[in-house]
């Protein structure tokens, strides 16, 4: 299977698809494996956890030298790389708290003879499909927590963005222990089908369109699925913001890793009285970024790693133009020694009708929207079939989050925007077609992959059948 070249556009590398019975050797090899992992004491699964964050230190040169190939982006692919053994440090640090803070024992129950214990069960089996926008870190996030709650884990990342596994795989192998219960697979959809129905708890990253399939194959195999599909973020920009300081916000918000995140402001909606200043300082900060090219290492945006997602996006600007948008600054694909490119696009005039205030962009586009009156703009926010998150920047955080607890969205950043990207230990869930499942984010990342077993002790004597005698039973209930 051929691998395109994001900044060439040539195919440059080849993967062999894991088939049917690759997954499910693996996932019998896993499984038989998951026992001892399970049954070791937590502060053991640490140890190994934090010998394999070293161990992805060492081989981090290698890492990022082949994710900044699959990715087209230097800096970024660092920061996902880097931020790996750093959450693996962190979870080694909570882990420990998070199970003893959900394995009660010996609490009374109503009845005064029995007491109770709860003890956790993970799932044997933890599965991963990982998209191709931040294949590093949607690789592990899910699997890291997994592993220490006692899973087995079986990966596949996206097929677009396939070379980072081979030193990635390396630093698995350092750590003999780990390599026992956490695989890494290449390969397409029939290869994410197979692993899907040979596992026991599913996470998915994705489009909504796949996302959809996931969950029904979940559902046939009665499995748990975990899904974070796709996002239409809005930010509420209110009267009393700063239209220069928010235009910078609102900027970087959008159009950080070529807008290629999910949680990527993609509807701006400006109160009226600031909406012309705010245009002039949006446009005229996008017309300051600069391409990396042709150096990697110099300017903020990248290419399209899915170069098809640029022509999406072109069809949307197309089809906003002919219905009377105005595009202010970008708005054209650049075809640059074979890498697709589109400069920040601040477009005015939108209507809700378009596409590209209605549909995932997934790219560095600004449509801007006006409003009258706060209840408009909160309508219109929440007007989408998406609700991952939303941002709302105001001149307090007080009234910033008067706004924000209004917006159906499952994180809403207050006086930024895309916080989801840096913050990690607040819960949320994604609302409406954004997904569905437990959050991945704080302490629920991790308890989502146990089951809770209650132990029933009975202290006293237990009820024998003649206690039960109709003749003890007067007027409905037990004498």
């Known amino acids: 299977m051929k691998v395109r070249n994001p900044r060439t556009g040539q195919d440059d590398y080849e ?12 996932a019998s090899r896993l499984r038989a494996n998951q026992r001892h992992w399970a049954a070791l004491p937590i502060a053991e699964r640490c140890n190994v956890m934090l010998r394999w964050a070293d161990a992805i230190e060492k081989h981090t040169p290698a890492i990022i030298e082949q994710l900044t190939i699959d ?6 692919a660092a920061i996902e790389v880097g931020g790996v053994p750093g959450t693996i440090r962190r979870w080694a640090e909570q882990a420990p708290k998070i199970i003893d803070r959900n394995s009660p024992s010996d609490v009374p129950s109503a009845n005064p003879t029995v007491v109770n214990s709860t003890r956790l069960v993970p799932f044997s089996l933890f599965g991963a499909i990982a998209p191709w926008n931040f294949p590093m870190t ?7 927590p997994a592993l220490f709650a006692g899973c087995a884990a079986l990966i596949k990342p996206s097929e677009i963005t396939p070379r ?3 030193p990635f795989i390396a630093s698995i192998d350092d750590v003999p222990e780990l390599a026992a219960v956490l695989e890494i697979v290449v390969g397409d959809a029939a290869t994410g089908e197979a692993l899907v ?3 026991d708890y599913i996470c998915f990253t994705g489009s909504v369109a796949t996302g959809r399939k996931v969950a029904i194959a979940a559902a046939e195999a009665f499995i748990p699925a975990n ?7 809005p930010m509420i920009i209110l009267a009393s913001a700063n239209p220069v300081e928010a235009a910078k916000t609102a900027l970087r918000s959008s159009i950080l890793a070529t807008g290629q995140a999910c949680q990527s402001i993609e509807r701006l909606y400006v109160a009226r009285a600031i909406y012309e200043p705010f245009l002039e300082a949006l446009v005229a900060e996008a017309e300051k970024v600069r391409l990396n090219y042709p150096d990697i290492h110099q300017g903020e945006i990248g290419p399209f790693i899915f170069a098809p997602q640029g022509q999406k996006i072109a069809d949307q600007i197309a089809e906003a133009k002919q219905k009377g948008a105005r595009v202010l600054t970008g708005g054209n694909l650049e075809i640059l020694d074979g890498g697709t490119y589109l400069r920040p696009t601040v477009i005015a005039d939108v209507t809700a009708d378009m596409a590209i205030v209605r549909d995932e962009s997934f790219g560095p586009v600004l449509p801007v929207i006006s409003f009258d009156n706060v209840d408009e703009a909160v309508s219109q926010a929440n007007d989408s079939v998406y609700g991952l998150s939303a941002a709302v920047l105001a001149g ?15 994180a809403i950043s207050i006086n930024d925007g895309s916080m989801t990207a840096m913050v990690w230990d607040a819960e949320n869930s994604s609302f409406k077609l954004s997904g569905m499942g437990p959050s991945r984010m704080g302490e629920s990342g991790m308890t989502r ?6 132990l029933i002790r009975q202290t006293g004597t237990p009820a024998r059948i003649q206690d039960f005698a109709e003749e003890n039973f007067a007027e409905g209930y037990l004498r």
């Not at 949607?138 to 890291?144: F, G, H, K, N, V």
């Not at 992959?449 to 209650?454: E, G």
């Open 15 to 26: 993967i062999t698809p894991v088939d049917g019975a690759g997954i499910a050797a693996a």
């Open 71 to 76: 990715t087209g982006r230097a800096g970024i």
């Open 138 to 144: 949607l690789s592990t996030i899910d699997a890291i």
């Open 164 to 166: 980072f596994v081979e």
């Open 197 to 199: 129905a040979n596992v």
């Open 227 to 233: 899904l974070e599909l796709g996002g239409k973020d």
């Open 396 to 410: 307090s955080s007080e009234e910033a989050e008067e706004i924000a607890v209004r917006l159906e969205a499952g």
């Open 449 to 454: 992959f146990f089951r809770k077993q209650a």
